[in-house]
């Protein structure tokens, strides 16, 4: 009786981490497509793409030597993967 209750107890806590994690990427998805359509809003608007006002946050946050905290940050703006937003923040930090 007790391997049954370890067992069901174990899929319950794999359920929930499963869970979690697509909750989480199911949010970083809507941040990324509210983005795109405020991006295509403008485009169809005429208007010219200019630089997010994220950036000179993150560019202060690069000049005080915290490149982890500027990639977390863009992460939560852009809803972008750890790579992308790396590669973001690289490009800033090198004056892209």
Same mark, same amino acid.
């Given at each position: 009786?007790?391997?049954?209750?370890?067992?069901?107890?174990?899929?319950?806590?794999?359920?929930?981490?499963?869970?979690?994690?697509?909750?989480?990427?199911?949010?970083?998805?809507? @941040? /990324?497509?509210?983005?795109?359509?405020? +991006? !295509?809003?403008?485009?169809?608007?005429?208007?010219?793409?200019?630089?997010? =006002?994220?950036?000179?946050?993150?560019?202060?946050?690069?000049?005080?030597?915290?490149?982890?905290?500027?990639?977390?940050? @863009? /992460?939560?703006?852009?809803?972008?993967? +750890? !790579?992308?937003?790396?590669?973001?923040?690289?490009?800033?930090?090198?004056? =892209?």
């Amino acid at each position: 009786m007790s391997w049954i209750m370890i067992i069901i107890g174990a899929v319950l806590v794999l359920v929930y981490i499963f869970y979690n994690a697509t909750e989480q990427r199911i949010k970083a998805l809507e @941040t /990324r497509v509210r983005h795109m359509e405020k +991006l !295509l809003q403008k485009s169809s608007q005429g208007e010219t793409f200019t630089e997010p =006002e994220i950036n000179k946050e993150l560019r202060r946050l690069l000049q005080q030597g915290k490149k982890v905290e500027a990639v977390k940050r @863009t /992460r939560q703006e852009f809803g972008w993967s +750890l !790579l992308e937003a790396k590669q973001y923040v690289d490009g800033l930090k090198g004056g =892209e």
